[in-house]
């Protein structure tokens, strides 16, 4: 295996178990390793570090291992079973619950994967080449490991990094189902489209946002603004919402919430959905809301666009405290990785002020549980979200 050697005192951020080498910190590496390839980490004082891909770009390593053990089929497939254990330890897999994150890259000491499971069909994305390159095996101790799983699709033709220029194809590694792409949640149906739907077909990181929206919305006027596949938009129906408009820029996204609301209460008069853009749509409908929920995509996939992506967060909730009505409830998220908490809170507390409208903070909310973050890896924790009370 070939070995990097980190410069002095760059080994600290290992043995505080952070799996990322920045590629600053190497001083020599002994060989050629192509992207991908297991390497075996060193001080510069010849101390064992760990083991991890290696990969072209600013993060230069994704460690894998802290320990110097074969990283074999049964290393993997240990790590796959740790994950499963988990989400059946905290009671998510349930006669009502079938689609739920499996495996969530660092959080689950799986850097550079993603698994969601969607009934019995699992969604397996690789964010490394090192990932990508042992996808069958993955795919194998998944099968082996997950109760209820029969169907396994590789989806990473637009999650690798581009500078490995390579071309993957989507497509059933094993099995495939009978036409069959709904799942379950919180005994709710959902159609998935993991073929091609945004990331893995359903956004299951608001799982526990949703039941919490649930809660708050009897016999409000609800507007889920970028409704995707309308998740938000049915558990206020199931909450016994007066209305709820759903609004999402892409009409087929728009069809999906369609689709979604229909599945679970058909002939109910009480949604509408607009294929609009968000401030479009602000700036010409006169409904006041009683409920808003703001979800939209990154804003900053990259820190060059942090300050543009903080004005947009602004923007996009003045338009929502101008519109809801007093007494109001608005769940207002950002997804941005770059985006730290206090920025987001910031941003709001912007908006807010702006429209001179007093405003509490209910709940500060983050990802559901089956996206868990690794205390050595807080760059884990993407999702920020608060449920605020407007006057």
């Known amino acids: 295996m070939i070995k990097i050697i980190l410069k002095a005192r760059k080994e600290e951020s290992v043995k505080r178990f952070h799996p990322w080498i920045f590629s600053g910190a190497i001083q020599s590496i002994e060989g050629n390793p192509e992207e991908g390839e297991l390497v075996a980490l060193y001080s510069e004082d010849k101390q064992f570090l760990g083991i991890g891909h290696y990969q072209i770009g600013s993060i230069a390593v994704r460690i894998v291992s802290f320990e110097d053990v074969p990283v074999d089929f049964r290393f993997w497939a240990g790590k796959i079973k740790r994950a499963w254990e988990l989400r059946k330890a905290i009671g998510l897999i349930s006669e009502t619950n079938n689609m739920y994150r499996l495996v969530h890259g660092e959080g689950d000491s799986l850097p550079g994967l993603i698994v969601d499971v ?3 069909t699992a969604i397996v994305q690789a964010h490394s080449i090192g990932m990508h390159n042992i996808r069958e095996m993955l795919s194998q101790a998944i099968l082996d490991t997950v109760d209820g799983v029969k169907n396994i699709y590789y989806k ?9 220029d390579i071309h993957p194809e989507d497509g059933y590694v094993s099995g495939k189902p ?3 792409y709904t799942a379950k949640e919180n005994g709710l149906l959902f159609y998935v489209d993991w073929l091609k739907g945004q990331k893995t077909g359903f956004f299951v990181d ?3 946002n949703r039941s919490l929206l649930e809660r708050y919305s009897g016999g409000k006027s609800v507007l889920n603004m970028f409704c995707y596949t309308g998740g938000f938009s049915v558990y206020a129906m199931r909450g016994n919402a007066k209305l709820v408009h759903s609004v999402d820029s892409s009409a087929k996204a728009i069809e ?3 689709a979604n609301v229909a599945l679970n209460y058909p002939s109910d008069n009480r949604h509408k959905a607009f294929a609009e853009d968000a401030f479009k749509f602000f700036a010409a409908n006169k409904t006041d809301y009683d409920l808003i929920i703001l979800d939209p995509p990154a804003f900053a996939k990259r820190r060059s666009a942090l300050k543009n992506a903080l004005k947009g967060y602004k923007r996009l909730n003045v338009k929502a405290f101008e519109q809801i009505t007093p007494g109001g409830i608005l769940f207002t998220f950002s997804c941005s990785q770059i985006v730290t908490k206090d920025q987001f809170r910031m941003a709001v507390f912007s908006a807010a002020a702006e429209t001179k409208r007093n405003v ?6 983050s990802q559901s ?6 205390i050595y890896h807080p760059e884990g924790e993407y999702l920020k979200g608060l449920v605020l009370w407007v006057e």
């Open 256 to 258: 999906l919430t369609n």
């Open 206 to 208: 608001q799982r526990d």
């Open 178 to 180: 009978d036409n069959d």
């Open 360 to 365: 509490r903070i209910l709940h500060q909310l």
């Open 156 to 164: 990473s033709s637009t999650t690798l990094p581009f500078k490995a």
């Open 369 to 374: 549980a089956d996206h868990p973050v690794n």
């Open 118 to 120: 969607y009934n019995e």
